[in-house]
């Protein structure tokens, strides 16, 4: 089977490699020259586990290959992928510029059947817009070649996107033909071993499910910033709640972390198109509005809880931050809450020092020089007048109390994601904030 992959960023690059791994010939496409060439010599441009090994190995066998040119694999492929970004317009619509031109590239170039895949997060109709672009450019031609168009929502995770990717709850393929369907199964049926599904279903019901699920679990996650801010209101703990509605299958257990707010490149943005979408169409998705609402006050919680802890006197204080990433095992910082968190303090006129395990890099890109970046999470800590736990990387779980007493100013903790246990850091004399208790 061969196949190629439009689009080296997160979603392309993961999915590319993981179906050479299963065998396939997979060519990945960028129009980003130092990119491609950089792949080539196996540098990988995001950081995810285990990905690096399987690029190599991958490319060793000769199975993954990297071109800036699609027009030249055109006629070596079954299947276009295509994972180009769609970033928001400033409307919170979804920017189909990139989707449209793989689109204008295919129509002007194929010669032969080619089944066109649309893996990007993208508004339902656009396998539509794709279809008419590619006919436009074909009848500019004056050829007449068959093709089909897609829809193949992806559902990784980042930090956990190779087992999700070659293991997930399930696979959602939007056709329209026979021919399409056949493909689609055979380039799935490799994964059919790990006994999960493919869901075959109509093209704009594959397209809305992708948005339908990641605003459902925003959702999730903004009711529970909800619950966790009445629970300390009513002296509950909603650790306790939410072990008690969690065990409910009809509930379940998993996203129901309370926090300091949804970031990443996927929650934010779709929900957003998600309102547009229903916007465009004359309809008003006023859960999914609250729902941005909620976790945008919730992004600076812990900057409120420490200014009321100061009593408002911020100025001149030294604040650490552990964790600059939008969540664990990633350096992506889009949405993050600590960007939030970090143009707080600095309004206040605090001292911030900061540390986060990947994504050092990326905040100096993003933060430039006006906090302190720390060699390493103690370094942070020195002579701080508060500690702000941001993003619960695993390395910060169980840190040496005495080394945090010694180093700090004073020993105050707010903690972001509810990883410390309250009875241990009271006995240890440290105070310690956390959500939702
Ligand atoms: C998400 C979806 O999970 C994935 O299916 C989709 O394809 C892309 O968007 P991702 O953005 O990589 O994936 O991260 P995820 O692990 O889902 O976390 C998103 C955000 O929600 C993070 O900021 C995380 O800290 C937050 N979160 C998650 C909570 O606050 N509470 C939870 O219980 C779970």
């Given at each position: 089977?061969n196949?190629?992959?439009?689009g080296?960023?997160?979603?392309?690059?993961?999915?590319?490699?993981?179906?050479?791994?299963?065998?396939?010939?997979?060519?990945?496409?960028d129009?980003?020259?130092?990119?491609?060439?950089?792949?080539?010599?196996?540098?990988?441009?995001?950081?995810?586990?285990?990905?690096e090994?399987m690029?190599?190995?991958?490319?060793?066998?000769?199975?993954?290959?990297?071109?800036?040119?699609?027009?030249?694999?055109?006629?070596?492929?079954?299947?276009?992928?295509?994972?180009?970004?769609?970033?928001?317009?400033?409307?919170?619509?979804?920017?189909?510029?990139?989707?449209?031109?793989?689109?204008?590239?295919?129509?002007?170039?194929?010669?032969?059947?080619?089944?066109?895949v649309?893996?990007?997060?993208?508004?339902?109709?656009?396998?539509?817009?794709?279809?008419?672009?590619?006919?436009e450019?074909?009848?500019?031609?004056?050829?007449?070649v068959?093709?089909?168009?897609?829809?193949?929502?992806?559902?990784?995770?980042?930090?956990?996107?190779?087992?999700?990717?070659?293991?997930?709850?399930?696979?959602?393929?939007?056709?329209?033909?026979?021919?399409?369907?056949?493909?689609?199964?055979?380039?799935?049926?490799?994964?059919l071993?790990?006994?999960f599904r493919?869901?075959?279903?109509?093209?704009?019901?594959?397209?809305?499910?992708?948005?339908?699920?990641n605003s459902?679990?925003?959702?999730?996650?903004?009711?529970?910033?909800?619950?966790?801010?009445?629970?300390?209101?009513?002296?509950?703990?909603?650790n306790?709640?939410?072990a008690?509605?969690?065990?409910?299958?009809?509930?379940?257990?998993?996203f129901?972390?309370?926090?300091?707010g949804?970031?990443?490149?996927?929650?934010?943005?779709?929900?957003?198109?998600l309102?547009?979408?229903?916007?465009?169409?004359?309809?008003?998705?006023r859960?999914?509005?609250?729902?941005?609402?909620?976790?945008?006050?919730?992004?600076?919680?812990?900057?409120?809880?420490?200014?009321?802890?100061?009593?408002?006197?911020?100025?001149?204080?030294?604040?650490?931050?552990?964790?600059?990433a939008?969540?664990?095992?990633?350096?992506?910082?889009?949405?993050?809450?600590?960007?939030?968190?970090?143009?707080?303090?600095?309004?206040?006129?605090?001292?911030?020092?900061a540390?986060?395990?990947?994504?050092?890099?990326?905040?100096?890109?993003?933060?430039?020089?006006?906090?302190?970046y720390?060699?390493?999470?103690?370094?942070?800590?020195?002579?701080?007048?508060?500690?702000?736990?941001?993003?619960?990387?695993?390395?910060?779980?169980l840190?040496?109390?005495?080394?945090?007493?010694?180093?700090?100013n004073?020993?105050v903790?707010?903690?972001?994601?509810?990883?410390?246990?309250?009875?241990?850091?009271?006995?240890?004399?440290i105070?310690?904030?956390?959500?939702?208790?």
């Amino acid at each position: 089977m061969n196949i190629a992959i439009v689009g080296t960023g997160y979603v392309g690059l993961v999915t590319g490699t993981c179906f050479a791994e299963t065998g396939a010939n997979v060519i990945c496409v960028d129009t980003n020259k130092e990119k491609i060439e950089a792949l080539k010599k196996g540098v990988i441009p995001i950081y995810e586990p285990g990905l690096e090994d399987m690029v190599l190995r991958n490319t060793k066998a000769g199975r993954l290959r990297f071109t800036t040119s699609l027009e030249e694999c055109l006629d070596e492929v079954s299947i276009v992928f295509s994972a180009v970004g769609t970033p928001p317009n400033e409307d919170g619509s979804a920017d189909l510029q990139y989707v449209l031109n793989v689109a204008r590239t295919i129509g002007a170039c194929m010669n032969k059947y080619v089944l066109v895949v649309t893996k990007s997060t993208v508004p339902v109709g656009t396998a539509k817009k794709v279809k008419a672009v590619i006919q436009e450019e074909l009848a500019c031609r004056g050829v007449s070649v068959d093709f089909d168009v897609a829809s193949n929502p992806e559902f990784l995770k980042e930090g956990n996107a190779i087992s999700d990717f070659m293991t997930p709850d399930r696979v959602v393929v939007g056709v329209e033909s026979q021919r399409a369907k056949e493909l689609m199964t055979k380039l799935y049926r490799p994964f059919l071993l790990n006994n999960f599904r493919v869901i075959f279903m109509d093209i704009p019901s594959a397209e809305m499910t992708k948005y339908a699920a990641n605003s459902m679990l925003a959702t999730r996650i903004s009711f529970m910033n909800d619950i966790a801010n009445l629970c300390e209101l009513v002296g509950a703990d909603v650790n306790m709640v939410r072990a008690g509605i969690g065990s409910d299958t009809r509930i379940g257990r998993k996203f129901l972390y309370p926090g300091c707010g949804y970031g990443g490149s996927c929650f934010p943005k779709d929900v957003k198109a998600l309102i547009k979408t229903a916007e465009e169409h004359g309809y008003t998705m006023r859960v999914l509005k609250m729902v941005e609402e909620v976790n945008e006050a919730q992004k600076d919680i812990l900057f409120r809880k420490l200014s009321a802890f100061y009593e408002g006197n911020l100025k001149g204080k030294v604040i650490a931050l552990w964790g600059l990433a939008f969540k664990p095992e990633t350096d992506d910082m889009r949405e993050a809450p600590a960007l939030v968190l970090i143009e707080k303090l600095k309004a206040a006129g605090c001292v911030i020092r900061a540390y986060d395990p990947a994504a050092m890099d990326e905040a100096r890109r993003r933060v430039g020089d006006s906090i302190y970046y720390a060699r390493d999470m103690y370094d942070a800590l020195l002579d701080a007048d508060a500690l702000l736990m941001v993003t619960e990387w695993k390395e910060f779980r169980l840190p040496a109390w005495g080394v945090i007493k010694k180093t700090m100013n004073r020993p105050v903790i707010f903690d972001g994601r509810n990883i410390y246990d309250a009875e241990e850091l009271k006995e240890l004399d440290i105070v310690y904030h956390c959500i939702g208790k």
